[in-house]
Structures are given as C-alpha cells and as structure tokens.
C-alpha cells in the first residue's frame, strides 16, 4: 500500500507540468530589476543622483491619499452642481419688461459632459407686450436669454472658485 501511495504521489507531481505552458526543467531563474516595479507601502528609493531634498517618487500610500482627495472632490463638485441647480437666476431685457429664469442643468456624465442651462420661465410686462413690435420682442427675448446666461455663466465660475483651489491643493499648485 505503502508503495502504490507513493507511487501516485510520484505520478501526480510529474503530470502536473505536463499540463502547464512551461516546463521546470526549461525555466532559467533569473532575477532581473525593472524600473516599473512599485513599493506598495512608501516612496521608492531616493535617487542617489538626485539633489538634496528632492522628493521621491509617489508610492502606493501617497496614491491612495490623492484617490481618496480626488473622491472628496467630486463629492464637493456634486454638492455645487446640486446648489447652483436649485438657484435662481434671471435674466433681463426691455428695461426690465421682460424677465427670463434659467436654470444651471449639471453635466450628466458620461453621455452628456457639458453642463448647460434652459430658460425655465418667461415674465413679459403686459402693458409692454401692448406696445411692442414682434421684431422688437424678439430681440428683447433674446437679449434676456443671453443676459440670463451670461449670469448663470458668472455665478458658475463663482461657485467652482472652490473646486479650483482644491484641485490646486491636490495638484501641488499645477491646476
């Protein structure tokens, strides 16, 4: 018995490389140093060449912070994109006899990238509205999505002020 057990131990070891890409008696160990290999818990080596007090390369730790600064941003951007959507902001033309409400629409990602804005409502002054043109009315609404627009545009740029300073933060003041 003693003999057979051996002797299927034996047979299996020897059929296992029998099913594998390479065989043990064909590897060469080598052992070969790449510059692609990371240190997952620090910075790589300091460069001996480097000057004094030049900072190593990022390791794993460094990375999973900036991950983590990265997700705070993002959560920040949404929180602003949510502010600037429930704002109001008008635009006008006329003297102020026509008022145009338009709202931020945040970018809905990744099928549509770009955040935009909709005129959600239109005030027109009726005594105005007796005494105008057609031509002179579509001018003026017009004038008051463009004016709406450019607010909206403005109080955006406001806003993401915020994010710019923590990107610059992230980014080492490369942003």
Do not use: C, W
């Not at 034996?10 to 692609?36: C, G, K, M």
């Not at 102020?96 to 409502?121: D, H, R």
């Not at 579509?138 to 994010?163: F, P, Q």
């Amino acid at each position: 018995m003693k003999t057979a057990t051996i002797a299927t131990l034996l047979l299996t070891a020897s059929s296992a490389t029998a099913f594998s890409t390479t065989r043990i008696s064909n590897v060469v160990a080598t052992h070969q140093s790449s510059s692609t290999s990371l240190n997952l818990f620090g910075s790589k080596p300091k460069d001996p060449n480097a000057p004094e007090g030049a900072p190593g390369q990022p390791g794993m730790m460094d990375q999973l912070a900036m991950f983590k600064k990265a997700q705070e941003i993002a959560s920040k951007k949404k929180r602003l994109d949510d502010e600037l959507a429930n704002e109001t902001i008008t635009g006008s033309a006329a003297d102020g006899n026509i008022e145009i409400t338009v709202k931020y629409i945040p970018p809905q990602l990744p099928t549509n990238p770009t955040p935009g804005y909709e005129a959600a409502e239109v005030n027109i002054n009726e005594e105005y509205l007796e005494g105008v043109s057609s031509e002179d009315l579509s001018v003026a609404l017009v004038e008051a999505i463009r004016d709406g627009e450019a607010k909206a545009t403005a109080r955006v740029g406001e806003k993401y002020k915020e994010l710019e300073e923590d990107m610059k933060g992230i980014m080492g003041g490369l942003a």
